[in-house]
């Protein structure tokens, strides 16, 4: 496709290609993927783990328990579903919700590189360990990046990385939620900072 094509057109074409792969065994027990969703002119990319039950069911990210509670901490501070672009790592549902494989994120690491590379965002919130893992590179535990910010070069273009804690863990822990709270209440400010990105 040609370079002239609006990032947004190109999206879609990717989209779409994405929802007939079949390059890792995820594809075997999926319903349909899950390639995410929202505003791909946002300045805010937040970027999960795996799509769960009803993620797999309804073929959008983040719709189940944690989604409503990632979707409710986020309008606290303002923070609107419609200023976000929003997807997994992995594209199609583990098997028993597990945790996605080594080979599994390397496998999808393409449709997630297309999209950094087409929406090209500010600021990228990683949620919880699988997904920080995978944007660092690195084996740096979540427990120790969360509420920091980092700048570095993602897809060939600068972004602020923010990591926070993935919802489901601040579903199980109030611990974690209180940080989860705190790290988002941050966030605002982040986007308005013009040097993020
Ligand atoms: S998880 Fe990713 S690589 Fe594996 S089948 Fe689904 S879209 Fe393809």
């Known amino acids: 496709m040609s370079l002239q094509v609006p990032p947004k057109t190109r999206l879609e074409a990717i989209r779409l290609s994405a929802l007939e792969c079949t390059q890792c065994s995820l594809a075997d027990g999926r319903n349909q993927v899950v390639f995410g969703g929202g505003d791909p002119s946002a300045g805010l990319m937040l970027i999960g783990e795996a799509p769960g039950a009803a993620e797999d069911l309804q073929g959008e990210p983040f719709v189940g328990r944690s989604g409503e509670l990632l979707w409710q901490l986020l309008a606290d501070v303002g923070i609107a579903r419609e200023m976000i672009y929003i997807t997994n790592i992995v594209?199609?549902?583990?098997?028993?919700?597990?945790?996605?494989?080594?080979?599994?994120?390397?496998?999808?690491?393409?449709?997630?590189?297309?999209?950094?590379?087409?929406?090209?965002?500010?600021?990228?919130?990683?949620?919880?360990?699988?997904?920080?893992?995978?944007?660092?590179?690195?084996?740096?535990?979540?427990?120790?990046?969360?509420?920091?910010q980092e700048k570095m070069m993602l897809s060939g273009y600068p972004t602020t990385l923010y990591p926070l804690l993935h919802p489901a863990a601040a579903l199980r822990s109030t611990r974690n939620l209180k940080f989860m709270r705190e790290d988002i209440a941050r966030l605002p400010q982040i986007l308005s900072d013009p040097h993020s990105g």
């Open 91 to 148: 594209k199609c549902r583990p098997p028993e919700n597990r945790d996605p494989k080594r080979v599994e994120i390397a496998a999808c690491a393409t449709w997630l590189d297309r999209q950094l590379q087409l929406i090209q965002p500010r600021v990228v919130c990683t949620l919880g360990n699988f997904a920080t893992r995978r944007i660092r590179g690195d084996q740096t535990g979540i427990m120790s990046l969360r509420g920091r």
